[in-house]
C-alpha cells in the first residue's frame, strides 16, 4: 500500500460501526460507497467461512435496499467480490490486523475494473447476472 495515500478506515471500532449500521439500515444507500461494500465484506469474511459471510453480505444487502425502496441488487457482483476479497484475505501474511489487511485490499483492489476484466457491462448488468451468479464472458476467474 502506498504510504503517502490516506487510509479508507482509522480504527477497527470504525469498521465495526459501519457493520454495524449496514445490519440496522442506517446506512443511506447514496453513501454506502465502494469502499464501504469492501470494508463489511472484509468483515464478514475475516469472521465467518465464505458461504455464511456471503449470505450475511447478501442478505444485508437485500435488507437495505429493501429498507429504501430500491431495487439494485446484483448477484453477480457480491459474488465476485466475495470471491475475489476471500482470495486476497487467503494469499495474506497470517496474523495480519484486519484493520491494515481492509486498508490495503481497498487500496489495491478498489475499483470496479477488475469486475469489467471478467465481465462485459452487457453480461454483468443483464437481469440473470442480478438474480444469480454467471460464468466471466471475458476471463474466467483465477480464484
Known amino acids: 500500500m502506498n504510504s503517502l495515500l490516506q487510509p ?29 461494500h469492501m470494508a463489511v465484506a472484509l468483515w464478514y ?16 444487502l437485500h435488507r437495505l435496499l429493501a429498507h429504501h425502496g430500491l431495487q ?5 457482483i457480491t459474488l465476485f467480490w ?22 490495503e485490499a481497498i487500496a489495491r483492489l478498489g475499483s470496479m475494473r ?5 465481465f462485459s457491462k452487457q453480461l454483468v448488468f443483464s437481469e440473470q447476472a442480478r438474480q444469480s ?3 466471466p464472458d471475458l476471463l474466467p476467474l483465477a480464484f
Open 8 to 36: 479508507a478506515y482509522r480504527s477497527l471500532d470504525q469498521i465495526e460501526q459501519l457493520v454495524r449500521d449496514f445490519e440496522a439500515c442506517r446506512v443511506d444507500p447514496a453513501a454506502f460507497t465502494h469502499q464501504a
Open 45 to 60: 469474511l475475516s469472521r465467518y467461512p465464505i458461504e455464511e459471510a456471503t449470505d450475511r453480505m447478501r442478505a444485508g
Open 72 to 76: 439494485a441488487y446484483n448477484e453477480t
Open 82 to 103: 466475495m470471491k475475489l476479497l476471500r482470495h486476497f484475505l487467503d494469499a495474506s501474511a497470517p496474523g495480519r490486523p484486519p484493520l491494515e489487511l481492509t486498508n
Open 114 to 118: 477488475f469486475v469489467f476484466s471478467h
Open 133 to 135: 451468479w454467471v460464468e
